[in-house]
């Protein structure tokens, strides 16, 4: 092993995992924002949207996210949606997670009792309120440990970015290895931050999970 | 006579093909307790749900204190706004308590005050504080759900109910979740409710607080209202033989 090519490499590496991050981030918001959109209105919303929306689904859930990113880069352009490659792949991020933020968020909230939102339509509570203070927080709490999960997931989608020229980690990471052939130091690297960041956010996950909860769970 | 609280008339209600109400006719006296009683699936709680509407009856009416609720017209749909605005007075206390368990119990009760009545934050945390205060919560309001006993997450439920100054209450079977030795404080608090003039209907299998708090008790059976009497008469001089029969399975159940 010749660790010495880090030094030449390391800002490099660095700055691509900040990409990285920041993919991951901004995916994992604007994934969750429009699977929550999505949840919803296939909760409220008219009936031909909610199919609509699920033909959108199932698209999304049966296609390689690597397909849809192609799609969008190079099939976008065609039809005027011209992108650099950051926003394209954010934007990739967001529609390839979507789906499975939405699915998260409409079981939690069919686990939020049916009893608890008739008791604030008893008192003559409007239904957008009745969303936002008892079916939201409940909601949320009880999908919390797959919202975690999945956005655990999803910093390992982001190393497909890099196909579109993303100049994220794996960017850095192949053009080390083709530069110098040394494969194996650079992807140990690659797994060596992709390890620091998923236990960073699990831990997290934890955390959180545990401090919301600490009120809803009965003292035994 | 005095106009009633509630006025039932010809209450039809379906579920798909089953018909859950038959023809139902009762009229609520103000200031008195109702109680509803009769075997399981005999449609008491679609009743009592048909009163506030979170059960939609097929046909007949609903007046509270003469207006209708649900429908503007028989027939026809009564907006939302409306319907909530009606709600409003309305107040209901559920089998499973159903309190928002994310907040304290002062939070339980306050909300409503804040987000339908429009209230200030202080002003509702005071009233809440009071309402607790009124069913013996005093030293509970900042305790989580979780954190109370059964018979205490009821008397949240009552407070949330009646911190909305309702003219009408609506039990639906209040202490049947309740552990035997909870049953009681649950039920001191309703009594207090009603000796205040508090119009209440209250499904219940409590056959004691029935015959001892009610000024009149309503019999039901397969949907329909069999007979409709005073504590006196439904306990101790049936009309009807179902009513006798479904005292006798009673009995003979609660007796060892
Ligand atoms: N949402 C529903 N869909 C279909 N059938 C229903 C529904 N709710 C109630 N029913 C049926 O309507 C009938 C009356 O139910 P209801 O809950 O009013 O009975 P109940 O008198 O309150 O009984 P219990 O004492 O067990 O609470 C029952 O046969 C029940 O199965
Ligand atoms: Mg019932």
Redesign the interface.
Do not use: D, K, T, Y
């Given at each position: 092993m010749e660790w010495s090519i880090l030094e030449q490499y390391g800002p490099a590496l660095l700055r691509g995992f900040g990409v990285t991050v920041l993919c991951w981030i901004l995916g994992t918001i604007f994934g969750m924002a429009l699977g929550l959109m999505i949840a919803l209105i296939q909760r409220y919303g008219p009936r031909w949207l909610g199919w609509i929306i699920q033909a959108y689904i199932e698209v999304i859930r049966g296609t390689p996210f690597l397909v849809q990113l192609f799609v969008l880069y190079y099939g976008g352009p065609l039809i005027g949606l011209r992108l650099d490659a950051l926003p394209a792949g954010l934007l990739g991020l967001t529609i390839y997670g979507s789906p499975y933020f939405a699915e998260i968020f409409r079981s939690g909230f069919r686990a939020v009792p049916h009893g608890q939102i008739e008791a604030a339509r008893a008192i003559g509570m409007a239904e957008p309120t009745i969303v936002r203070r008892v079916l939201l927080p409940l909601g949320l709490v009880s999908s919390l440990p797959a919202l975690v999960n999945f956005s655990i997931i999803l910093t390992k989608e982001t190393v497909i970015l890099s196909i579109i020229t993303v100049p994220e980690l794996m960017y850095q990471v192949s053009r080390m290895s083709t530069e110098t052939f040394r494969y194996l130091e650079a992807n140990l690297v690659l797994a060596l931050f992709f390890w620091a960041l998923v236990e960073t956010i699990s831990r997290v996950g934890r955390r959180l999970e545990t401090r919301i909860t600490k009120h809803l769970i009965e003292r035994t | 006579m005095q106009a009633s609280a509630v006025d039932i008339r010809k209450v039809n209600k379906y579920y798909g093909p089953f018909h859950a109400l038959k023809d139902v006719d009762l009229a609520i006296p103000p200031g008195k307790v109702t109680c509803l009683i009769g075997p399981s699936g005999s449609g008491k709680s679609t009743l009592l749900r048909c009163i506030?509407f979170?059960e939609e009856y097929d046909s007949g009416e609903i007046r509270i204190d003469g207006q209708l609720i649900g429908y503007e017209v028989p027939g026809r749909k009564m907006s939302?706004r409306k319907l909530?605005?009606?709600?409003?007075s309305?107040?209901?206390v559920?089998q499973?308590f159903?309190?928002?368990?994310?907040m304290t119990a002062k939070e339980n009760v306050a909300?409503?005050l804040i987000?339908?009545r429009g209230l200030s934050k202080s002003e509702a945390e005071t009233r809440a504080a009071e309402a607790l205060t009124k069913v013996g919560l005093a030293d509970k309001m900042g305790n989580?759900p979780?954190?109370l006993s059964g018979g205490q997450q009821q008397r949240v439920?009552i407070a949330?109910?009646i911190a909305?100054e309702p003219r009408l209450m609506l039990f639906d079977e209040p202490t049947s979740a309740l552990d035997p030795e909870l049953v009681g404080e649950v039920l001191n608090v309703m009594k207090a409710l009603a000796s205040e003039g508090m119009t209440m209907v209250v499904v219940t299998h409590e056959m004691g607080f029935a015959a001892h708090v009610a000024d009149q008790v309503a019999f039901m059976e397969k949907g329909e209202l069999v007979a409709v009497d005073s504590p006196q008469g439904i306990f101790h001089a049936p009309k009807d033989e179902r009513i006798w029969n479904f005292l006798r399975t009673y009995h003979e159940r609660n007796s060892f």
């Open positions: - | 506030n979170l939302g909530r605005q009606m709600r409003r309305i107040g209901m559920f499973q159903n309190l928002w368990p994310h909300e409503g987000r339908v989580h979780a954190r439920a949330r109910a909305m």
